[in-house]
């Protein structure tokens, strides 16, 4: 696959917490020139960016970013309010407390409910994978094709360690036909990408992806 060509499977991501509306111009202006799947941007940008830049590009937002702990009712309202704002996207990171926990049916529930307020949008659950075991993260997948999310997430790039191979083979091995995987967190090379696409992934979260095409092209 040649280098660009990795771009589509890119969602182009800025979330760091002192983002600035520059910061946020600049990656939505490359994502339009790279055709890239999505933007991944903060939820308090979403509004601005469809009044900016209409349908050129893919709104995505993260809803209970990055622990997880917000309580349902407060993500609910994060992706009605995030939909409502432009975003077709959202990737809602699961109570990690509730998985140690092993409030399994708990998780349902709110994934559930998350998949009842985005409605015919794109659902991604983040997992957090650095944070469980093996079994955590196989009964998790079986959570997230039940609550009928699109996607299952590896991480959100700001826990201890990112997206991992091996994780990626557990995930082929425990979703459902219909949930796709997305891997985020540490893919900072064109190989890493090349590697996750190969291993099964539809998307990659990175904030790299433009740079280093620019930087190859150079």
């Not at 280098?3 to 600049?26: F, G, N, P, R, S």
């Not at 997206?163 to 997305?182: C, M």
Request: with cysteine; proline share 1%; charged share 30%.
């Amino acid at each position: 696959m040649e280098a660009k060509e990795l771009l589509k499977y890119v969602d182009h991501t800025q979330l760091k917490a002192y983002a600035l509306w520059e910061d946020i111009e600049k990656l939505c202006d490359e994502a339009v020139k790279y055709h890239t799947a999505s933007v991944c941007i903060p939820p308090c940008y979403v509004k601005r960016v469809k009044e900016q830049y209409e349908n050129k590009v893919n709104i995505c937002t993260v809803i209970g970013f990055p622990l997880g702990y917000s309580v349902t009712s407060a993500k609910e309202a994060e992706v009605k309010a995030a939909i409502a704002d432009g975003a077709r996207e959202v990737d809602v990171v699961v109570n990690i407390s509730d998985v140690k926990n092993h409030s399994w049916s708990k998780i349902k529930d709110e994934l559930v409910a998350m998949r009842k307020a985005a409605g015919e949008n794109i659902l991604k659950v983040i997992i957090e994978t650095c944070y469980l075991t093996e079994e955590e993260k196989i009964i998790l997948c079986e959570i997230v094709t039940e609550a009928k999310a699109d996607f299952i997430k590896t991480s959100t790039g700001f826990g201890t360690a990112g997206a991992t191979l091996e994780d990626i083979a557990l995930f082929k091995e425990h979703i459902g036909k219909h949930v796709k995987i997305k891997a985020a967190g540490g893919i900072r090379t064109l190989e890493d990408m090349q590697a996750y696409i190969e291993a099964g992934c539809s998307r990659i979260g990175t904030s790299s992806a433009v740079a280093l095409i620019n930087d190859q092209e150079k």
